[in-house]
């Protein structure tokens, strides 16, 4: 199985803030990656497919880039309803496989 | 708008089984794969299984394969997951998840989720 490695687990940043996550692939996944945001109490939301696009009605504030093994989520300008878990998963085989999260928080 | 209502979760003994359902509506359910993800309280998510549009096509993840049955019965726009040998490891928020495709790629958007506790 490919695994997926997501970091930092925990990230502390202001309003305004650029952050970025990382999800490190095991092997090759080209740019079957995508990026969801999950908000306590709900279900997750798809942000970005295919590694960088961004999905209808998604800030463009947020921005997604790589392939092969290594992957970035970028939030330029935090707004306070980013601070939320983010979540990547990988889609180039079965089983698909989520990264472990990030929860980012307001510093 | 699509919507995506789970159903079935509860408090179930260890070693018993469990099925789940998710009514779907707002699309055209016969033409698109679903999906069942998992999220243990507090913790991260993990995928469990795909189904083809037309249920021929089925996909499992490692920890539940062999224990868990994906299905779908278009004619009700239903999707199903029935657990079976269930463990305390299997209590988790499953929710149910509509993909773009007739197969798996990404999936959006998804249910509220309904939870189900395994313990004695």
Redo the contacts between chains.
């Keep these: 199985?490919i695994q997926v490695t997501q970091s930092p687990s925990f990230l502390s940043a202001s309003v305004g803030d650029r952050v970025s996550i990382t999800c490190r692939a095991s092997q090759d996944i080209r740019i079957y990656l995508?990026w969801?945001q999950?908000k306590p109490g709900s279900?997750?939301?798809?942000l970005i497919?295919g590694a960088s696009t961004l999905?209808r009605g998604v800030p463009s504030r947020f921005s997604g880039s790589g392939s092969g093994t290594e992957f970035t989520l970028t939030i330029s300008g935090l707004q306070p309803e980013d601070f939320a878990t983010y979540?990547c998963?990988q889609?180039h085989d079965?089983?698909?496989?989520?990264?472990?999260?990030t929860r980012l928080e307001i510093k | 708008q699509v919507q995506l209502v789970e159903s079935g979760g509860g408090v179930v003994q260890p070693g018993r089984s469990l099925r789940l359902s998710c009514a779907a509506s707002g699309f055209t359910f016969s033409n698109f794969g679903m999906h069942w993800v998992r999220q243990t309280p507090g913790k991260g998510l993990e995928w469990v299984a795909v189904i083809s549009y037309d249920g021929n096509n089925k996909y499992y993840g490692a920890s539940v394969e062999g224990r868990f049955t994906v299905s779908r019965d278009n004619s009700n726009n239903t999707l199903y997951l029935q657990l079976n040998s269930l463990t305390p490891e299997d209590t988790a928020v499953y929710y149910c998840a509509k993909a773009p495709t007739r197969l798996g790629n990404w999936f959006d958007p998804w249910g509220q989720g309904t939870l189900v506790t395994v313990s004695s």
């Design positions: 199985d995508v969801y999950q279900a997750p939301k798809l497919s999905q979540y998963l889609l079965y089983p698909l496989i989520f990264g472990q999260g």
